[in-house]
């Protein structure tokens, strides 16, 4: 099935550090949604964004909405070990229930 | 608010067994649940949306005939492995949207997962 692209796949950062990561498309988004997923574990909604442009944070955690409707930006601010874990975006196209997902971003947290 | 259970967690079987897997919205209610696939490593793979009261929808290749979905409530749909295989183990998470009118319709909130074994 389709999937969105995600980067960085995969990174290393300091305690403390900011982080950044974002999805990417060719189609247009109407809703854009960001999970972070622990091991054996299911999803857990991060953020939700509904309009383009739209900038919604969640404690360290702020998501936009891109302005083309094609792209999505996640950024973690001071970053704890809890914060490891992989970060999946999805995307919902309009006039259809699905969500497509991004292929996720591996955080890990050096202490 | 917005929890969704799945059960059981974990289910190992024997190959040629069939296994049930349940998907309930505990604190609202879900006309339209979602059942997803994973694989060790990999991004959730949709396979099926799983309509209250009407036959479920499946993704491209996916067996309907395999993968048996049942949305009886508006709190509980099920997934059945029939005939399970090994390449039929994987880790399935179901998601669930809300229908109530306070909330956007559009946010899936995820279970917890089912991590299905079949030796």
């Known amino acids: 099935g389709q999937q969105l692209n995600q980067s960085p796949q995969s990174m290393f950062i300091q305690e403390g550090e900011d982080v950044s990561m974002n999805c990417t498309s060719s189609?247009?988004?109407?809703?854009w949604l960001w999970y972070k997923q622990d091991p054996g574990e299911g999803p857990v909604l991060l953020i939700a964004?509904?309009?383009?442009?739209e900038l919604t944070s969640n404690g360290r955690l702020t998501a936009q909405f891109g302005i083309t409707r094609k792209d999505s930006f996640l950024n973690i601010s001071a970053s704890i070990p809890s914060d490891v874990g992989i970060y999946f975006c999805?995307?919902?196209?309009?006039?259809?229930?699905?969500?497509?997902f991004g292929t996720g971003t591996r955080l890990k947290v050096l202490a | 608010g917005a929890v969704v259970s799945q059960h059981p967690s974990r289910v190992i079987c024997k190959s040629g067994t069939s296994v049930k897997i349940e998907c309930r919205s505990l604190?609202?209610?879900?006309?339209?649940m979602f059942w997803y696939r994973q694989f060790p490593k990999k991004s959730l793979m949709l396979m099926a949306t799983?309509?209250?009261?009407?036959?479920?929808?499946?993704e491209q290749g996916v067996e309907k005939d395999k993968f048996l979905i049942n949305h009886a409530s508006l709190t509980l749909s099920t997934l059945t492995v029939a005939s399970a295989h090994p390449e039929d183990s994987s880790f399935y998470i179901c998601?669930?949207?809300?229908?109530?009118?306070?909330?956007?319709?559009?946010?899936?909130?995820f279970g917890p997962g089912t991590r299905l074994t079949v030796l």
């Open positions: 964004l509904y309009k383009a442009g």
């Open positions: 799983s309509n209250e009261g009407s036959k479920a929808t499946y």
């Open positions: 189609s247009i988004f109407n809703t």
């Open positions: 604190d609202f209610q879900a006309t339209t």
């Open positions: 998601s669930a949207t809300p229908s109530s009118s306070g909330s956007n319709p559009d946010t899936q909130y």
């Open positions: 999805a995307g919902q196209k309009t006039g259809t229930y699905k969500y497509i």
